[in-house]
Nanobody, 126 residues
């Protein structure tokens, strides 16, 4: 079992920045790819960013490319999402997820992820 806990969400003005963190416990996350997804009411959960097990490769949704950066600290079993130049359309609940494929690569598909955090709200005001 893996427990994922997100933190760092909040209210920010358009153009501002936030840094989301996700801490894993119960099992080391260091050998597994991880991702960030987001969801707004009445819409499907959508891919935001992903990172492979070693931090060697990353992938981003087109909507956030160039503004968001995913990183991981395997010594601390943590993954982060640095969000810059935030827009009102970035408003959503952001979820951290772990893909249970040891030494696996990136996936943009939410169905490929086994463990999820409870989510953290990000609200960007215009």
């Amino acid at each position: 079992q893996v427990q994922l806990v997100e933190s760092g969400g909040g209210l920010v003005q358009a153009g501002g920045s936030l840094r989301l963190s996700c801490a894993a416990s119960g099992r080391s996350s260091r050998d597994y790819p991880m991702g960030w997804f987001r969801q707004v009411p009445e819409k499907e959960r959508e891919f935001v960013a992903a990172i492979d097990w070693g931090g060697y490769a990353t992938s981003y949704a087109d909507a956030v490319k160039g503004r968001f950066t995913i990183s991981r600290d395997n010594a601390r079993n943590a993954v982060s999402l640095e969000m810059n130049s935030l827009k009102p359309e970035d408003t959503a609940v952001y979820y951290c997820a772990l893909r249970l494929v040891q030494f696996g690569g990136i996936s943009r598909e939410k169905g490929d992820y086994t463990y999820w955090g409870q989510g953290t709200q990000v609200t960007v005001s215009s």
